[in-house]
């Protein structure tokens, strides 16, 4: 999927992203839709916590997990994460 910007009703192809970018933007992309963007109003009035929703992409998108099994692999090696992502 080539990203086709519009600059004075003219298109250019500014670059091409290989397949596991592609597969990562729209996995992004879906998640945004559907998780963030119907809570903005919320979050901005201070009813959502945007931790929790930074919280949540991070486990579906599986970076916690990622992010453990690197502090494993990292024997003796501690490691402070902020704000308990990791929980």
């Known amino acids: 999927m080539k990203k086709i910007y519009r ?3 003219e298109e250019r192809t500014m670059f091409e992203l290989p397949e596991g970018a592609r597969m990562i933007e729209e996995t992004l992309r879906k998640y945004i ?3 963030v963007v119907p ?3 919320a979050m901005e009035d201070g009813e959502v916590s945007t931790f929790d929703v930074a919280k949540k992409l991070f486990q579906t998108l599986g970076i916690t997990e990622m992010i453990k099994a690197l502090i494993k ?3 003796g ?3 402070s994460l902020a704000g308990g992502f990791l929980e």
Do not use: G, T
């Open 7 to 9: 600059i004075a009703e």
């Open 39 to 41: 809570k903005v109003d």
């Open 77 to 79: 090696l501690r490691l």
């Open 33 to 35: 839709e559907n998780e």
């Open 73 to 75: 692999d990292r024997k």
